[in-house]
């Protein structure tokens, strides 16, 4: 079957749009179009439903694209790797943070990694969590970053959780003016009544409850009761002690003069990992594991 034809019904099948699928090919939005409708008198059948404002799958479309996507990404997979192994470790690898990634562990993967392949350039690619959008997974799956480093709690089943870079220990940010803002510690179960903020319809399930949990190791509930949009949002209620919010060291945008930052015990340590897309493996994502276990092998000695 014609390779461009392929192209053409998964690029349009992401983008729903006859003009953004034609403009990530590059392709003339006529010849997109003419692609498709070859496709569909191959196949006998409509993929798509078009009306004036929308393109929608039908469902013999969204079977077809379950079933193409796997072998399609394996493919490009298999030629990144033939080409890598023509030319050595060269080319770039696409590596993905959140503003709530840790600096440090990131720089000390990336610097390690151009020591040991100076051919291949890496390009940090920040993940959005902005309003209406903290579906940090999307730029994987879309194909837009390689690799995520972020904390380790997936739950999407295309995605493989590679390994630790780092173990982030935990901390409760709470108002300056907070009745725990004073103390030298938090026990987890002090959190029972405490109010924290509700999940953002788009982020992942296990990340919410990886970091912020719903109750205390003792089993009393946490009330998630606060909708926010940006973690800008999130921080202000904090600050004006409407909520208060779990996370660990290391993130930057939680150091305000009117935010105090208090050791939360009770609660393991978060692990920052890499995290890609599973069919979407190849040789420079492989190199940049065996750097990340060499750095944590070194770390815990």
């Not at 953004?20 to 006529?30: G, Y």
């Not at 191959?42 to 009306?51: N, S």
């Not at 969590?129 to 579906?135: H, L, P, Q, V, Y």
């Not at 890499?274 to 276990?293: C, M, P, S, Y």
Request: some cysteine; charged content about 25%; glycine content about 8%.
């Amino acid at each position: 079957m014609d390779l461009g034809r392929i192209e053409a019904f998964l690029a349009l099948s992401e983008e729903l749009h006859f003009g953004k699928a034609a403009q990530r090919l590059f392709v003339s939005q006529p010849m997109m179009s003419r692609r498709i409708a070859s496709l569909e008198r191959d196949i006998g059948g409509a993929l798509f439903e078009r009306t004036s404002r929308q393109v929608r799958l039908t469902p013999l479309g969204s079977q077809l694209r379950r079933q193409l996507q796997p072998g399609y990404a394996q493919m490009q997979a298999a030629i990144d790797d033939a080409r890598g192994a023509a030319r050595g470790m060269t080319g770039q690898l696409r590596v993905g943070f959140t503003a709530t990634t840790p600096s440090e562990p990131l720089n000390r993967l990336v610097k390690a990694f151009e020591k040991c392949h100076p051919d291949c350039r890496i390009t940090l690619c920040e993940h959005p969590m902005t309003e209406g959008d903290w579906d940090v997974w999307g730029p994987l799956r879309r194909g837009e970053s390689d690799v995520l480093v972020y904390w380790r709690a997936v739950d999407d089943p295309v995605l493989t959780a590679g390994p630790v870079i780092a173990y982030l220990d935990r901390i409760l940010l709470v108002a300056r003016g907070h009745r725990l803002a004073g103390r030298a510690q938090v026990c987890a179960d002090e959190l029972a009544g405490e109010c924290v903020a509700q999940r953002p319809p788009t982020f992942p399930e296990a990340l919410m409850d990886a970091m912020v949990p719903s109750f205390t190791p003792a089993g009393q509930p946490i009330p998630r009761t606060e909708s926010v949009h940006s973690f800008h949002e999130m921080m202000s209620l904090v600050a004006r002690g409407r909520m208060v919010h779990p996370t660990v060291t290391g993130v930057a945008l939680a150091r305000r003069d009117d935010i105090v930052a208090v050791p939360l015990a009770g609660l393991p340590p978060v692990p920052l990992g890499l995290i890609w897309r599973t069919a979407h493996e190849n040789a420079r994502i492989r190199a940049l594991t065996d750097v990340a276990n060499r750095l944590q092998s070194a770390h815990q000695k």
